[in-house]
Structures are given as C-alpha cells and as structure tokens.
C-alpha cells in the first residue's frame, strides 16, 4: 500500500491495477481527452465493459463528492494526513 501512495507506476501491482489507475487519472486530469484507445488499454488487461462502467462511476463520484465537499469549504478530518 505504502509503494502504491509513493508512486502508483512503480509499485509492484497487476497490469490490471495500473492500467485502471492509469484511466481514472485520465479521466480526472483531462476528461475531454479520453479516447476509445483508453478504453481497449482496459479491455486488453481483461476489463469488461461494465467494469469499465463501474471504474468510470467510481472515479467520476469521487471527483464530483471531492468538489461539493472543496465547495462547501469542508475540511478534511485530522487525522487525514495533507498532500507531500
């Protein structure tokens, strides 16, 4: 868990597991870039389409629940450690 919070690329996890992180990055940082390529990246390390669908969900409430929490201007709990 420890390499995986260091750096994700590194760290010693499936290629299922990097592409998935490498999508939900994607689609986090630049959503309007997605092509139908990150999609067949998931499809070839044995993704289906639905588990596409769900990590698609997964992220995009993540962004969306981190927003109305910044725009409320929620604070994280204390014992949440801040970002390096």
């Known amino acids: 868990m420890a390499a995986v919070e260091a750096d994700w690329r590194s760290a010693p996890i499936s290629d299922q597991r990097r592409a998935m992180l490498g999508y939900a990055i994607r689609l986090t940082t630049a959503p309007g870039e997605v092509a139908e390529s990150d999609i067949d990246a998931l499809r070839t390390v044995g ?26 201007g929620i604070t994280t709990e204390p014992w949440i450690p801040d970002k390096p």
Do not use: K
């Open 47 to 72: 993704f289906s389409d639905r588990d596409i669908l769900d990590i698609a969900e997964v992220t995009a409430y993540y962004a969306y629940a981190n927003r109305i929490a910044d725009g409320l």
